[in-house]
């Protein structure tokens, strides 16, 4: 679902929800959402690094598999386990500016409700189209592994083809030009 609001300058996507119900206790998945220092797959093969652990304030950055490049790179802005975690988001390849991406766990009969929801996303741009299609992968692979501890079968042969082409991220997503003092805020 969106919600398309101009914020004078430019139309920006309010929000996008992405909601899933997972099969298992909220701790479980608030722990799985939360790993750092470890491949996730539903994060498309990246890992989560900070400096010093996930918490307001902290620089984030989704690290390629090899470790060379960033691929997304924020700032916490919100840490309230196991209910709500949010961060600044900007994709290093993109010239896009930054939006929001929060993540709500609620328990639910059956599991956890698991709800992304991105924010101020510029309407129109790559970074529309790329979290468009990004959320509905992130939510399905990570029910999935959540509830198997594998991503579906269509997220795994995506992430082999993005492993095989992984040589043609632009230099622009090194690891070095996004260092963990280089703050993402979003206006």
């Known amino acids: 679902?969106?919600?398309a609001v101009s914020t004078g300058a430019e139309e920006t996507v309010e929000r996008t929800y992405n909601?899933?119900?997972?099969?298992?206790?909220?701790?479980?998945?608030w722990a799985e959402l939360?790993?750092?220092?470890?491949?996730?797959?539903f994060f498309f093969n990246s890992t989560c690094k900070t400096?010093?652990?996930?918490k307001v304030g902290a620089p984030v950055r989704m690290v390629s598999k090899n470790?060379?490049?960033?691929?997304v790179v924020g700032d916490v802005l919100e840490f309230d386990p196991p209910y709500r975690y949010a961060h600044t988001f900007k994709f290093t390849s993109l010239d896009d500016p930054p939006c929001i991406i929060r993540y709500e766990l609620k328990e639910?009969?059956?599991?956890?409700?698991?709800?992304?929801?991105?924010?101020?996303v510029p309407a129109g741009t790559k970074s529309e189209k790329y979290m468009t299609s990004g959320g509905e992968f992130i939510a399905n692979n990570f029910k999935a592994f959540v509830e198997t501890g594998?991503?579906?079968a269509g997220g795994r042969f995506a992430l082999f083809m993005m492993g095989l082409t992984s040589f043609m991220t632009p230099s622009a997503c090194k690891l070095e030009n996004w260092p963990f003092d280089r703050n993402i805020n979003v206006d």
């Open 51 to 54: 400096p010093d652990g996930l």
């Open 108 to 120: 639910v009969y059956g599991g956890t409700e698991f709800t992304m929801i991105s924010e101020r």
């Open 150 to 152: 594998k991503a579906t």
């Open 67 to 71: 470790g060379k490049h960033a691929a």
């Open 19 to 29: 909601r899933v119900v997972i099969r298992a206790p909220i701790q479980k998945v």
């Open 34 to 41: 939360t790993r750092e220092d470890t491949i996730l797959p």
């Open 1 to 3: 679902m969106n919600e």
